[in-house]
């Protein structure tokens, strides 16, 4: 009776490992397909933002169309526009860059069509006033050639943005045309390394890099899998001896 109880357990713990061992193998193995899903979805994203940032800048987008700009399609296209800087709105974003920390120059530009956020480029945190930039203030028509940035939102960068005393960690579009008072494109222009007046806001300092680690990913998931497929072979063969 004792032995015929100990291997009906026994059977039982087997079909148990069994069962787990097949459902951590679709598991791992869903995992590593997904992430070789992901692999081509980035490839596809990274050969589509290097064409946009071969190509020769477009009219920055209009009014109307800018219900249909999303960040897949659009973001890092090189856009150019025509206007006046309004330089009594400007802010000035916390930034880390290569140059050191400071802050992103980002000024409202007045078209005939529409309004921009222009990120103008960095300034080193002694020049964060205007007033100790004078030089960069420029005045009169411009032209902005740059890359379409989508929003950055509120808090993305561990602190959130604080408006009413205009400390601001993010470049939140909504956020800051709301506190300017300003109806501005839902996406802000990042200007390119041409040089401003005085030396500063020094631009084209964005950096497009994206981190691609799908494929390692993929194969420590398959590796897992391979993994649980040799324990159980060798509890399978320990069972037939």
Avoid: C
């Amino acid at each position: 009776m004792t032995q015929a109880r100990h291997s009906r357990r026994h059977r039982v713990a087997l079909a148990l490992m069994a069962g787990a061992a097949l459902l951590l193998l679709g598991l791992f193995l869903s995992l590593g397909v997904w992430q070789i899903e992901r692999l081509a979805w980035k490839q596809d994203l990274i050969a589509r933002v290097d064409a946009r940032l071969e190509a020769d800048p477009v009219a920055a987008p209009l009014p109307a169309a800018w219900d249909d700009i999303t960040r897949d399609s659009d973001e890092y296209r090189k856009i150019t526009a025509q206007g006046r800087f309004d330089h009594t709105h400007e802010v000035q974003v916390q930034a880390v860059t290569e140059l050191g920390a400071g802050y992103w120059v980002v000024t409202p530009l007045v078209t005939t069509d529409a309004t921009y956020l222009v990120n103008r480029g960095f300034v080193p945190t002694e020049l964060r006033d205007p007033a100790n930039r004078p030089n960069g203030q420029v005045a009169g028509q411009v032209t902005v050639t740059g890359l379409l940035r989508m929003s950055e939102p509120d808090g993305a960068f561990l602190r959130s943005n604080d408006p009413a005393n205009n400390r601001w960690y993010s470049r939140d579009v909504a956020a800051i045309a709301a506190d300017q008072g300003l109806a501005t494109a839902p996406f802000f222009i990042d200007a390119d390394d041409a040089p401003n007046a005085g030396g500063y806001p020094i631009g084209g300092l964005t950096i497009v890099a994206f981190r691609n680690s799908h494929l390692s990913y993929a194969l420590t998931w398959f590796a897992l899998a391979v993994g649980v497929l040799a324990a159980a072979f060798f509890v399978w063969r320990h069972e037939r001896k």
